[in-house]
């Protein structure tokens, strides 16, 4: 018996230390709040797609009072997406989503361009990154089926 959520997958992790990191570097996510489907590998930072289908991915992050926050969302080693935050004297945010269709064993991962230095305290988790199925089953490689066609509109 397959229920509807055998194939679901989520998760999400959070940073509890400050990390400084240089360009090219991956972004590891260490308290693992929910990871069903076991996709998040919590030791590399890297999500790795059990089951194809469209995701929906998002990435939040502060910077430490003194520096400059700068981040791209990878798939397979292809560049997505970025964030960025910066103001001169004090803490900055920043957030970016993005929805990708996904075969399995698809990886994305957050990884840092030039230097960035994130704010993470064991107490305070201010950067996340978290991603979950959002439709099953069509990945990027899948056949679509067309609807059928509509009727003749009339206006």
């Given amino acids: 018996h397959v229920t509807p ?5 989520g998760f999400s ?10 360009d090219t570097d991956l972004v590891v996510y ?19 797609c059990p089951n194809a289908g469209t995701y929906a991915f998002l990435v939040h992050g502060v910077s430490t009072a003194t520096s400059q926050l700068n981040l791209d969302i990878y798939r397979n ?8 935050a910066h103001v001169n004297n004090g803490y900055a945010s920043g957030h970016q989503s993005i929805i990708l269709q996904l075969d399995q064993q698809d990886t994305v ?17 201010y ?5 979950f199925m959002v439709v099953p089953n069509i990945g990027r490689t899948g056949i679509v089926t067309t609807p059928p066609p509509m009727g003749n509109i009339i206006g």
Avoid at 5 to 9: E, Q, Y
Avoid at 13 to 22: E, S
Avoid at 77 to 84: A, D, I, K, L, P
Avoid at 127 to 131: L, V
């Fill in 5 to 9: 959520t055998d194939k679901f997958v």
């Fill in 30 to 48: 260490d308290r693992v709040f929910l990871n069903m489907g076991n996709g998040y590998d919590s030791s590399t930072g890297v999500f790795t």
């Fill in 77 to 84: 080693n292809n560049y997505t997406v970025s964030v960025f």
């Fill in 109 to 125: 991962f957050v990884q840092a361009r030039g230097v960035s230095a994130l704010y993470g305290q064991r107490n305070e988790v």
């Fill in 13 to 22: 992790a959070g940073l509890t230390k400050m990390l400084k990191t240089n």
């Fill in 127 to 131: 950067s996340t990154f978290s991603g």
